[in-house]
């Protein structure tokens, strides 16, 4: 079975301080992991994934396969930052079951 | 391009009542599924289908039933409806890469079951 765990329900920080949202997850195999956002009043969508290793809006995310965890990171939040992020994970290959976690929603204080 | 079309937006239903969520895609996606979002529980898939023909089930089947005889639509039915079955319910679609590509979400609709 795979699991997608976010510990923190709700983050709060002020603008300018660095930002952490955890992820670990848990899967047999070698998982895809990817970090969905969701603004106020907008569509869900793709924020980055970790075979692009790219930085989307300031924030990056790294396997770390040993300690199972995809933790999304951001040295500077800013305000407009603020939203509901998930973590989601597939399996790859012919696994087509995308799960997501419980989500986290982050506060960016001005 | 319209993207993910979920219709409708807002529905009120008693328990028992019957309904059913379109959902459309233009991009010729073969990924399409649906996901429903309650408070503190996050995501949770529901159904999903990587082509015409082919459905299978997520982690909430129960209560719901999908079909897919087009590329383009991916409706979901609730046969009789229950307030456990109240919640945002969420369609997506992705080309089908092994869910490496981006999936594309509708803006969701929201369903109350009284």
């Known amino acids: 079975a795979q699991r997608v765990t976010q510990p923190e329900k709700l983050l709060s920080v002020f603008k300018g301080a660095p930002v952490e949202l955890k992820c670990n997850y848990s899967?047999?195999?070698?998982?895809?992991l990817f970090w969905y956002v969701q603004y106020s009043r907008q569509r869900l969508q793709l924020l980055l994934r970790?075979?692009s290793r790219e930085s989307i809006k300031g924030f990056t995310a790294d396997l770390n396969k040993g300690e199972t965890s995809f933790h999304l990171k951001k040295p500077f939040a800013q305000e407009e930052d603020s939203a509901m992020y998930y973590c989601?994970?597939?399996?790859?290959?012919?696994?087509?079951?995308?799960?997501f976690g419980k989500g986290t929603l982050l506060t960016v204080n001005p | 391009n319209a993207g993910v079309t979920q219709t409708p937006k807002f529905q009120v239903l008693k328990t028992g009542q019957s309904m059913t969520l379109q959902c459309a895609q233009d991009?010729?996606?073969?990924?399409m599924s649906w996901y429903r979002q309650d408070p503190g529980m996050g995501l949770r898939l529901i159904h999903y289908?990587?082509?015409?023909?082919?459905?299978d089930q997520g982690e909430v089947p129960n209560g719901y039933n999908v079909s897919r005889s087009t590329t383009e639509d991916f409706p979901l039915r609730l046969l009789s409806a229950a307030p456990s079955q109240t919640s945002v319910y969420f369609c997506?679609?992705?080309?089908?890469?092994?869910?490496?590509?981006?999936?594309?979400f509708g803006e969701g609709s929201r369903l109350t079951v009284l």
């Open positions: 991009m010729n996606h073969e990924y």
């Open positions: 989601a994970l597939s399996g790859g290959g012919s696994n087509y079951k995308l799960t």
């Open positions: 899967y047999s195999g070698s998982p895809e």
């Open positions: 289908s990587v082509g015409a023909g082919i459905t």
């Open positions: 997506a679609s992705s080309k089908l890469q092994g869910l490496t590509g981006e999936l594309f």
């Open positions: 970790h075979i």
